[in-house]
């Protein structure tokens, strides 16, 4: 294994490692509740961990595989339903804007009206 090799693995180590402390310690310790994306992510993400440290060790670089596909399900997982959510509310905010819009002609507030106030 190549030095650079070595360091990407160090850093893919170090990425998983502060994710799965951080997780752990707004939910464990600040008592924050994950949703139910962040615990499937977390399903993901957690043995990356061990996965890459005891890859690191035996300086396997094939395991980069098995991570790139952990990876990718859970981080894909929430992109694809964040997406999806995100989709569904653009078009309902956006048939709900339409059907709410007067025409111009009948605005009750208009620059000509008098003010009774």
């Known amino acids: 294994m190549s030095k650079r090799q070595e360091n990407i693995m160090l850093a893919m180590w170090v990425v998983a490692l502060i994710a799965t402390a951080g997780s752990l310690y707004f939910s464990q310790i600040r008592g924050y509740a994950p949703c139910t994306l962040c615990w499937v992510q977390r399903i993901f993400m957690y043995p990356l961990v061990i996965v890459i440290g005891v890859a690191y060790a035996q300086k396997n670089v094939r395991i980069a595989a098995t991570t790139l596909a952990l990876s990718i399900i859970g981080g894909g997982y929430r992109f694809i339903i964040t997406a ?7 078009l ?26």
């Open 92 to 117: 309902m905010l956006r048939r709900h804007a339409d059907k709410c819009r007067a025409p111009a002609s009948t605005s009750i507030i208009s620059d000509s009206s008098p003010s009774h106030f």
């Open 84 to 90: 999806c959510r995100s989709w569904l509310s653009f």
